[in-house]
Structures are given as structure tokens and as C-alpha cells.
């Protein structure tokens, strides 16, 4: 079937088993990798950003000549880009000099403006700083609109009515024990354990999180590779169902990226490397109930689901890069 747009072909993402983990005498825990890469723009933030324009568009809250603004560290910032040229709407992305030159170059090609703060916040970062340059921009340009990710319910909507919803689908059958989310701006896990939660009661979620990350209660500091983590607590994570917390330290999840290429083929990006180092080590240590859906013993294997946010070219020069992982990580395995 012919698709009229852009909008039109977000979703409907694979999941593939990576094999099982075995943990004698407990049960075998069976991992589960949600492939958001192939949304069209190569990662999971195509999900809330055709979602919300939709719904700003069907609301009347922007129109033709309206100038969409956003704060972004990558993806979300593409993913918009690409939903606004697709609607024929101007897009201004804020970003900072993390920026991997990939998504700049795609930002470029999609017709954005680049607004790039250079100065960090007091925390080392540079996302309140982003946020200071969005409402300047609001009072600046007539007609604009702030998408907001990190408040924006639509957010959280588009993962609960998308992401969540195909994975309760995928496993409605044979039951769900966990699912590792990796946390940015707060809107999948939200969604995503919302939904999951109401199919599977006893669903244990299990947000990941990265080392100089605040949102739950970390100490800030200086973070080199962007997409994961926050130096704000985002509001719509209010909403969200957590049950434990794993933080990851930024050479594991390139050592995780780098055992994802090499055991299983999966060229992914840093988040996604985060949640499988997540999962493999939180399974070493026994758990509490191993996460049965009715509390009830089992035989059978735990199911674990984690999502991949991106792909992995973005990252040739920095998880990818040995050069750059041995003069950043220089205590990485690679």
C-alpha cells in the first residue's frame, strides 16, 4: 500500500530474541531487543514527533506558517526536522556543541535552522542553557510554538498509543517480567510502563539511566555522549511506573554497543548499548519475585524486553571511534 507521507510509515517496529541468559539453578531469562532504528528517521524520537504534530495541527495550535521550536541533544531535533519539512513547517532546533556532526548534517539537509549555545549551565551541561535560548526564540518569533518534550503529555501518548502498545501486542500471548527503558527526556518510559503496566500487572520496569545524570537524584557532571541521561528531572516522568532504577557508567554502554556488534549484529546507538549492559548485569544477582506476571512461582523463562533507541553511524565518531573511546574511556574493554 502506497503511504501519502513521512507520518505515515512511523511505527510498527520488529522485535528480535537475542537468545537466552541462563542462570542456574533460577530461571533462564530470555532477552528481547524492540528495534526502534527502523522508524524512517533511524530512531525512536520519529514516534512523538509525527504524533504531536498530528495532534497541534488537528487542535489548531499551530497552522501553515507556523514556526515550530525545540531543545534538542540529536534525534528528537531530526525526527522534528523531518515531520516539519513533511507538514510545510518552518523548524528551529536549539542544540549545544554535542551535537554529533551527523545529526547536524541531517538537520542541514532537512531544512532546520541551527540555533547552537556554547556557553554551559552550572551543572556542566548545556541543556538549561538550550532552554534559556528556547524562550528567547518564543518571545522572538511570531507564531511559534514550543514543543516541549520534556512536559509535552503528547509525548507520553505517543509511546503508550505506539511503542508500549506493539510491545504488550508481541507478548500478550506468552507474558512479560521486564522491560528496560533508557531515560532522556522521560516521554517512552512514561508511555511504555503506563500501558505495560495495565496488561501486565506484576511487569517489572526498569528505567536506565546514565552516570552525571539528576533525573533520579544523581549527581551532575560532565557527560561526553549525548541521548541519554538529563540535567533537569523532566515533568511528564511524573506519570511514569517505575520499579527500579540501573544507572550506567558511559563506558559500559560502549562496551555494550561494541558486544551488540560483535555477539549479534546490531549496529546500534549508545542507549541501546546502555539497556543490554543493564539487563545483562542486573540478572546476575537474584531477584525478588523474578518478576511473575500474578506473583505465583513458574517454570518458565523470564521474558525481557528492552528498547533500542537509534542506529549506530551516528556514533562512528565517538562510541565507535577507538580513538575517541580510548582517549575519553581509556579503561574501556574494546
Not at 51 to 58: A, D, F, G, K, N
Not at 207 to 220: C, E, H, K, Y
Not at 263 to 276: I, K, N, P, Q, R
Not at 287 to 301: F, L, N, Q
Request: hydrophobic content about 35%; aromatic content about 10%; proline content about 4%.
Amino acid at each position: 500500500m502506497l503511504q501519502r507521507c513521512f507520518l505515515d510509515l512511523v511505527g510498527g517496529t520488529p522485535i528480535v530474541h537475542l537468545g537466552a541468559q541462563r542462570r542456574a539453578p533460577r530461571r533462564p531469562v530470555n532477552l528481547f531487543a524492540k528495534l526502534e532504528f527502523y522508524n524512517p528517521t533511524g530512531s525512536i524520537k520519529d514516534r512523538p514527533a509525527a504524533y504531536i504534530l498530528r495532534r497541534l495541527r488537528s487542535s489548531g495550535e499551530i497552522a501553515d506558517g507556523s514556526t515550530v521550536i525545540e531543545s534538542s541533544s540529536g534525534n528528537f531535533g531530526v525526527a522534528l526536522a523531518a515531520a516539519c519539512r513533511s507538514a510545510g513547517l518552518r523548524f528551529v532546533c536549539v542544540v549545544d556543541p554535542l551535537l554529533l556532526r551527523p545529526n547536524e548534517y541531517l538537520l542541514e539537509q532537512l531544512g532546520a535552522t541551527i540555533v547552537k549555545v556554547t556557553r554551559p549551565d552550572e551543572n556542566g551541561g548545556y541543556l538549561k542553557a538550550r532552554l534559556r535560548k528556547v524562550e528567547e526564540l518564543r518571545q522572538e518569533i511570531a507564531g511559534s510554538f514550543w514543543v516541549n518534550q520534556y512536559g509535552n503529555r503528547h509525548n507520553a501518548d505517543a509511546h503508550y498509543f505506539g511503542t508500549g502498545f506493539e510491545i504488550y501486542t508481541a507478548f500478550r500471548d506468552v507474558g512479560l517480567d521486564y522491560a528496560f527503558i533508557p531515560v532522556s527526556s522521560g516521554g517512552t518510559i512514561t508511555g511504555v510502563s503506563r500501558i505495560l503496566k495495565e496488561h501486565f500487572p506484576a511487569v517489572k520496569i526498569i528505567a536506565v539511566d546514565t552516570s552525571g545524570s539528576v533525573i533520579f537524584g544523581g549527581r551532575p557532571r560532565k557527560r561526553y555522549v549525548p541521548g541519554m541521561g538529563s540535567s533537569i528531572v523532566p515533568e511528564i516522568l511524573a506519570d511514569a511506573r517505575i520499579d527500579d532504577v540501573f544507572c550506567v557508567h558511559e563506558e559500559d554502554m560502549i562496551d555494550g554497543c561494541m558486544e551488540l556488534l560483535k555477539d549479534h549484529g546490531l549496529f546500534v546507538g549508545a542507549s541501546s548499548g546502555a539497556a543490554y549492559f543493564a539487563a545483562k548485569q542486573y540478572f546476575r544477582y537474584p531477584t525478588d519475585d523474578e518478576g511473575t506476571r500474578d506473583g505465583r512461582a513458574s517454570d518458565r523463562s523470564l521474558n525481557v524486553v528492552m528498547t533500542f533507541a537509534d542506529r549506530g553511524e551516528r556514533y562512528m565518531t565517538t562510541v565507535y571511534s577507538r580513538e575517541w573511546t580510548m582517549r575519553t574511556y581509556p579503561e574501556c574493554s574494546r
